[in-house]
């Protein structure tokens, strides 16, 4: 069965430093997303992407994030200047029709 | 984006049935109801959706009557590894908003031995 894979499972950065996420969503689907969820709280949304642009954003995807598909099979997320607050499970996921599927997410360390 | 409301928590018993249920008194005509299950640490993972009446796969049934103002998630005899946060959401059927999740905090699911 396809599967959202999501790369890498833990990374730890110190703040201030770049980091991107890197998502491979199921081959064939149009829709990309990227949610986060804080340790305890709920999972958030944070931006869609369809058609090689951004669709929506929440108000946490401010300009320190950005996301890009570079290619015809990765999806990734971009954040410029980590803050400690930006320590969080990041979760890609992708859509054909009306499902959304996950991946088992990005831990985010920031120190 | 219709608000949902399902119960903070809930215990069962290994090899029990457990029915979940989500109030979304302001559904839409086009929106749609999913179920997704969140292991610590790990990503939801789509469990059922419908529309209307009943929808049963491999994992679950979904039960939803004719007003849709409700939904309930039925999961026969579950065991320890059932043991999970369980989300209700409702969204646009495809063609309409592009489909960004609102979740809730979930009913958080212990399966006692």
């Known amino acids: 069965e396809p599967e959202v894979t999501q790369t890498p499972s833990h990374q730890v950065t110190q703040m201030g430093q770049e980091v991107i996420l890197r998502c491979v969503p199921i081959s064939n689907h149009l829709y990309f997303y990227w949610y986060r969820q804080i340790l305890g709280q709920k999972v958030e949304f944070l931006v869609s992407?369809?058609?090689?642009?951004?669709?929506?954003k929440s108000e946490i995807f401010d300009d320190q994030f950005s996301v890009e598909r570079p290619d015809g099979s990765n999806f990734t997320l971009k954040i410029r200047s980590t803050k400690l607050e930006d320590s969080a499970m990041y979760f890609c996921?992708?859509?054909?029709?009306?499902?959304?599927?996950f991946g088992p997410g990005t831990r985010l360390t920031v120190l | 984006l219709a608000k949902t409301t399902q119960p903070i928590s809930m215990d069962s018993y290994e090899g029990q049935e457990v029915n979940i249920t989500c109030s979304h008194n302001?559904?839409?005509?086009?929106?749609?109801i999913t179920w997704y299950q969140q292991f610590p640490s790990q990503g939801p993972r789509f469990i059922i959706q419908g529309y209307k009446t009943k929808v049963t796969n491999e994992v679950a049934s979904l039960f939803i009557p004719a007003d849709r103002k409700s939904s309930t998630l039925s999961l026969p005899r579950v065991s320890l590894s059932d043991t999970a946060v369980y989300y209700c959401?409702?969204?646009?059927?495809?063609?309409?908003?592009?489909?960004?999740?609102?979740f809730g905090k979930g009913t958080k699911l212990s399966v006692k031995p």
């Open positions: 302001n559904i839409a005509t086009n929106d749609y």
């Open positions: 992407f369809y058609n090689n642009e951004i669709s929506e």
């Open positions: 959401l409702v969204g646009k059927l495809i063609g309409g908003s592009q489909g960004n999740l609102i």
């Open positions: 996921a992708s859509r054909l029709m009306d499902t959304q599927y």
